[in-house]
């Protein structure tokens, strides 16, 4: 799937340029003309990545970064402005941009580092998991449930990093046994049964009755976000 580029900007003629050159490379392309219509597209469309001018009618880039952050939006924004001093790039930063750009724009630098920031965000995505009221960070191999850290065999780990990855996606048992323990066994899953229990314990308001680690009939289990 092509990554999903907001552009936000008031120059009509930086936005064709920019619009010629991401869907010539393959984006999919979002305008706003102003901060406020880019704030609202940004928390609508969640893009992939947001390039967004400092200085902007109706709310200016800064005002949209922090509301952007503040809302939980997590994607990299890029700023782009024709005057940019050290503190303004300290501010943006703290704010939670990613990156600056100054114009005149250099679109094939634009481009470039629009790839870079996406690849970094999509290895860090890899790494983290954020769902329903669950946080798994898979480097440090924690586990957060409604802000709560939740102790884990290497196995509850593996098997619930499976499921969430892939949310409301049924897994037969054999494909768990497969992708947590190396092997698939027909007779052998009742393992699977064993450790998804375990997970109801964990994680379950009511393990005999979940609403997370859901059983389907005849098929296997999913991890439930409905």
């Known amino acids: 799937m092509n990554a999903r580029i907001l552009v ?3 120059d009509d003629d930086v936005l064709a340029q920019v619009e010629n050159a991401l869907l010539r490379n393959g984006y999919s392309l979002i305008i706003a003309r102003n901060g406020k219509t880019g704030l609202e597209l940004a928390l ?27 809302e939980g ?10 005057k ?6 300290v501010i943006g930063l703290e704010l939670g941009a ?8 250099h679109i094939n630098e634009l481009l ?4 870079v920031n996406l690849k970094k965000s999509n290895e860090e995505n890899l790494k983290k998991i954020s769902v329903k009221d ?16 939740r102790e884990l065999t290497q196995k509850e780990f593996q098997l619930l990093y499976a499921l969430a990855k892939c949310p409301n996606k049924v897994f037969s048992r054999n494909e768990l046994l497969t992708n947590v323990w190396g092997w698939a066994q027909y007779g052998e899953t009742r393992t699977v049964d064993i450790h998804i229990g375990y997970l109801r314990k964990k994680f379950e308001d009511n393990p005999r009755k979940p609403t ?5 009939r005849g098929v296997g289990y999913t991890f439930n976000t409905e």
């Open 8 to 10: 936000v900007d008031d």
């Open 44 to 70: 609508k469309e969640k893009p992939d990545l947001v390039v967004l001018e400092v200085s902007l009618p109706e709310l200016d880039g800064f005002s949209v970064c922090k509301s952007l952050r503040s």
């Open 112 to 115: 470039a580092r629009i790839e």
């Open 98 to 105: 990613q990156d600056y750009i100054r114009k005149p724009l």
């Open 84 to 89: 940019i001093s050290e503190i303004d790039a």
């Open 73 to 82: 939006y997590s994607n990299p924004i890029i700023f782009l402005t024709k």
């Open 134 to 149: 669950l946080e798994i960070d898979l480097e440090k191999r924690k586990v957060k449930h409604k802000g709560e850290i």
């Open 212 to 216: 997370i680690f859901q059983t389907i």
